[in-house]
């Protein structure tokens, strides 16, 4: 492949597709140069470091979700649009191995600063006060990227769970387990409970609360 022909989009796509084989700690400017067929300090004339090769990264991820945020309809209410958001915001981390590490890692990133200021300027539009929106959107985007980095780290390795004791654990947090439990009897799933956490954020805690006595 002729350097001449290397561009910053050449390079972004490459790197993408490089997180999809090996994750974030594979993406590595020998690695992605090897994939390009360059030498490693080609990339810099396009991209300076390996901070904004990910933050790079982050706005080639969010793009594919958001190519272009749009506001609510008229008729939509405000909560049901941002939990949408929050949704598409999920999947579009999911869509990568390490997407929400990436998220986290990239700095000013463009797209997320659209993401949230069409946020904000939404729930300003519906008269939330400016201070309120702010905490809104941002508990909303900072509860989704945590959430899923919980998911895309997975479950406990061997090693971790070796001489772990089960049923001592539940003996000593007995509120945690039934709580547990209880949620994921009737076949609910992880994506019920992200939304099911995002209305409490959004409605606050009377959007699914049974008796108060």
Not at 1 to 15: F, G, N, S
Not at 52 to 81: C, G, K, M, N, Y
Not at 198 to 212: K, N
């Amino acid at each position: 492949m002729p350097e001449l022909a290397l561009d910053k989009q050449r390079i972004v796509t490459e790197a993408v597709a490089l997180l999809d084989a090996e994750g974030l700690d594979g993406v590595t400017t020998r690695k992605l140069a090897a994939r390009l067929g360059v030498q490693s300090p080609t990339l810099y004339w396009h991209i300076p470091n390996k901070a904004a090769l990910v933050t790079a990264i982050a706005e080639a991820i969010l793009e594919q979700q958001f190519p272009e945020p749009a506001s609510p309809a008229p008729e939509e209410r405000w909560q049901d649009w941002l939990i949408g958001l929050a949704e598409r915001l999920r999947r579009a981390l999911l869509a990568h191995p390490d997407g929400a590490r990436i998220i986290s890692a990239s700095q000013l990133s463009l797209k997320m600063a659209a993401i949230s200021e069409l946020a904000m300027s939404t729930l300003v539009e519906r008269g939330i006060p400016l201070r309120h929106a702010r905490l809104i959107v941002l508990t909303v985007l900072r509860f989704t990227v945590g959430y899923v980095l919980e998911e895309q780290a997975g479950p406990p390795d061997a090693d971790a769970l070796d001489g772990f004791d089960m049923a001592a654990y539940a003996a000593a947090y007995p509120t945690v387990m039934a709580g547990v439990t209880e949620y994921f009897q009737p076949g609910r799933t992880v994506d019920d409970l992200f939304r099911d956490c995002l209305e409490q954020i959004v409605h606050g805690p009377a959007a699914q609360s049974g008796p108060t006595s």
